[in-house]
């Protein structure tokens, strides 16, 4: 919405132009020339067609009043010309109108924060979360965290908390990889098998491993069912557990030798 209200400023600086010091105006002309270069390139704020012809047009309109005064004609560099005010005027009354009808039919969505977490936390950095832990997580781990922070974003509870014991699995796996030696992957390879596995290795830490069966048991199992809505509350509260269950899962594993090759 910022862009759009910068933008809008800048494009009533140019309409209302007259005989005045170039230098004057170059910042309405230069700023207003970078934004449409940004709509133009489909960076920023969201993706136009419809105005983008008379984007254009007003772009290398500014862009060319820019360029003619970079080449050093001491003539040019005075003054806004009469007739640049009025070129300028048109090709910002163009773009005003085709924007305008476009972001009539455009859709956008405001999406409330969820918990103590900003939307676009969640989309776009949710295994920040973990914060000194972060480092730690496997690549795997990481993709799930994100897709777990795009359904927590979106109130989607049962989606999120499949991801997020997804994610809790495979911090298991990097946790009986690293005791194993090395050992292939588990032909079964859910969270009880390996649960079960790495309770019978004897460096295992059996405080851990009865916290996680308490995860699968009385959390997991039940919301993996087919019939089991998460509520987003639900959900959060399970993603601070898993967190909690993963952070320390992944301090165990850090202090541990690596698997042999």
């Known amino acids: 919405m910022s862009f759009f209200l910068q933008l809008g400023g800048h494009l009533n600086h140019l309409k209302t132009l007259s005989r005045s010091p170039w230098m004057d105006n170059f910042g309405p002309f230069a700023s207003t ?21 008379d984007a254009k047009r007003l772009q290398q309109f500014l862009r060319g009043a820019i360029e003619s005064r970079q080449e050093g004609a001491q003539n040019k560099k005075g003054e806004i010309e009469a007739g640049e005010a009025v070129q300028a005027r ?11 009808n476009e972001l009539r039919e455009t859709n956008t969505y405001f999406v409330s924060p969820v918990g103590i977490f900003s939307t676009s936390a969640l989309l776009s950095k949710a295994e920040e979360m973990f914060g ?76 851990l491993i009865a916290a996680l069966r308490q995860v699968k048991d009385l959390h997991r ?38 698997p042999r090759t």
């Not at 048109?90 to 924007?99: P, T």
């Not at 908390?161 to 298991?172: I, T």
């Not at 039940?222 to 993963?246: C, V, W, Y």
């Open 33 to 53: 020339e970078a934004m449409l270069r940004s709509l133009l390139d489909k960076k920023e704020p969201i993706e136009l067609t419809y105005c983008l012809g």
């Open 221 to 258: 199992n039940p919301a993996i069912h087919f019939e089991k809505i998460l509520t987003i509350g639900e959900a959060l509260t399970l993603a601070g557990m898993i967190q909690s269950a993963i952070s320390t899962t992944l301090d165990i594993v850090s202090k541990l030798p690596p």
């Open 132 to 207: 000194e832990h972060r480092n730690l997580l496997p690549e795997i781990t990481v993709s799930l965290i994100k897709e777990a922070g795009e359904c927590l974003a979106f109130s989607l509870g049962s989606a999120a908390a499949f991801h997020l014991f997804g994610a809790l699995e495979s911090v298991l796996r990097e946790y009986y990889d690293r005791l194993s030696g090395g050992k292939p992957p588990l032909t079964n390879p859910g969270m009880g098998a390996y649960l079960g596995e790495l309770s019978k290795m004897p460096d295992v830490d059996q405080k």
């Open 90 to 100: 048109y090709f910002v009354e163009a773009f005003e109108q085709s924007l305008t």
